[in-house]
């Protein structure tokens, strides 16, 4: 049983961790264990589900017989040579969705891109990195398990919505399953233990699969990408300039986009608006080049919040350039200011020759300099470089999530330290329950935004402190009194993120 003034560490997976001195020791419990969250609709139940696991189950038992071979046969593995062809077929997904194959007769590891559980494909060695090879994908044979239509026309080519054409089941179980790899090999927790029901929770699924995100960058390119397959014919005409997302692997190609499903529908509408017009050659727009370090257009960020009085859609439309020029942009935001919902229209301008979004000098040329957001019953004023999650609504179901895990009573009397804080929402979340917050964060901009907000929420408990917590030194502890929950940002913030 743990003591009245143990700490409760709330994360997205337990994890054995270093522990400052200032931090007594304490013994993990189940109810301090959060579920994984996932960004999509609720899945749908499929008949075919039993056999598939029956298949999968197979395809890890031989997996595991690869395992217990002698060292003997360890030792004549089979390394494929770069440039030679295999024929696979992809047992389960990796992190960032890449498919793990295995050679037969080995078990040696090649990670492929854009290839899904179940799908038997010919591929391609493009490089071996110690105890696992990658491949491109070359054909496929035959089609992965829980197979569905991708709705998106660039689900294929853009890189942001690789598993589209999966099932949200077949994603969940994916996903699950990498926590439950991470909770288990790096967490060091054993899943034969009676116990670790209570430490990985079942993946909670969101409501909504697509129109989620209130924030999407795109960026200006003086030259259009174009797949394989819908390359131009030679004689066709066609428009260099491109607006929309960065082709997989290269910072200087953008693959041209005039509508994305995981925004919302007003930000497609501006996006729709600009792709119209900034290519009139009256305006003298020129898209920024990575290379020669000219032009005037790097990026077009959208961001979508929720009036507090009425709860209908706002947006901001920020345009990040490489000099301050008002005059150049003031066709465009006299065309999309017409779009009911825009309320605020900025210009970051970042003379550097990075390709950041943030930039050095802020300028408002129409309507309000921020958006507002609800979140758990608080209002969030959100700026052009604001830390918000991107997922509003199943931030809501995490944040209710940490609250029911911390176990408070309303009684306010626990102290809650909040580590990697960002603009402070979790710990405002739960500033009405406790006696006093205290959050560390290290960008400045992200703690002024907290203060704000406690400011705009009337919270009166909560103290942001800016600094760098990979440098404490044993003395952090003396800042603040001894904390009943401590509430690891930075672990949270990797969980949330699609």
Not at 33 to 41: D, R, T
Not at 203 to 230: A, L, T
Request: proline share 5%; net charge positive.
């Amino acid at each position: 049983m743990m003591r009245s003034h143990s700490l409760r560490h709330l994360t997205a997976t337990t994890t054995t961790i270093s522990s400052p001195s200032w931090l007594p020791k304490f013994r993990s419990s189940s109810g301090s264990a959060l579920a994984s969250l996932s960004f999509a609709q609720n899945p749908q139940e499929n008949q075919q589900q039993q056999q598939k696991q029956q298949t999968q189950q197979k395809i890890y038992c031989d997996s595991s017989n690869d395992d217990k071979k002698s060292d003997s046969n360890r030792a004549s593995s089979y390394f494929p040579k770069r440039g030679q062809e295999l024929e696979l077929v992809c047992e389960s997904l990796a992190y960032k969705g890449k498919g793990v194959c295995k050679v037969a007769d080995t078990g040696f590891v090649v990670l492929c891109d854009r290839v899904l559980p179940g799908e038997k494909f010919i591929g391609r060695v493009t490089r071996k990195k110690g105890s696992y090879a990658e491949m491109t994908k070359l054909k496929t044979l035959s089609p992965h398990w829980d197979s569905v239509d991708a709705p998106c026309e660039y689900a294929s080519y853009c890189g942001g919505c690789k598993t589209q054409n999966l099932s949200y089941e077949a994603q969940l179980r994916a996903k699950e399953g990498q926590v439950r790899d991470l909770v288990v090999h790096v967490g060091k927790f054993s899943d034969k233990d009676p116990e670790f029901a209570g430490i990985m929770k079942p993946i909670v699924p969101c409501d909504i699969q697509f129109h989620y995100r209130n924030k999407m960058e795109f960026s200006f390119g003086p030259k259009r990408w174009f797949p394989k397959e819908s390359l131009p014919k030679r004689g066709d005409h066609i428009e260099n300039y491109a607006l929309g997302l960065h082709a997989p692997g290269f910072f200087d190609k953008v693959l041209n986009i005039d509508k994305c499903l995981l925004q919302s529908e007003p930000a497609n509408l501006v996006l729709a608006a600009v792709q119209d017009y900034w290519r009139d050659p009256q305006l003298g727009l020129s898209p920024y080049d990575v290379h020669s370090h000219s032009g005037f257009l790097k990026h077009l960020m959208l961001r979508t919040g929720s009036d507090v009085k009425t709860g209908l859609p706002e947006l901001m439309v920020n345009f990040v350039t490489s000099s301050y020029k008002p005059e150049l942009l003031r066709p465009l935001v006299e065309k999309i200011s017409s779009v009911p919902e825009v309320v605020s229209i900025m210009n970051n301008v970042n003379t550097s020759v990075g390709n950041t979004s943030v930039g050095e000098e802020e300028y408002t040329l129409y309507g309000k300099s921020n958006i507002t957001e609800t979140l758990r019953g608080l209002t969030f004023q959100i700026s052009a470089n604001s830390f918000f999650q991107t997922n509003t609504h199943q931030a809501e179901v995490l944040y209710k999530l940490i609250e029911d895990c911390a176990g408070l009573r309303g009684d306010g009397s626990k102290i809650v330290l909040d580590l990697f804080c960002g603009t402070g929402t979790i710990g405002l979340t739960l500033a009405r329950w406790v006696k006093h917050v205290y959050g560390y964060e290290v960008v400045p901009q992200a703690i002024s935004d907290a203060c704000r907000n406690a400011k705009l929420n009337n919270i009166s408990n909560a103290t942001f402190v800016q600094g760098d917590l990979n440098k404490i030194g044993g003395d952090f502890g003396n800042a603040f009194p001894k904390p009943d929950i401590v509430i690891s940002g930075i672990l949270l913030a990797r969980f949330l993120v699609h």
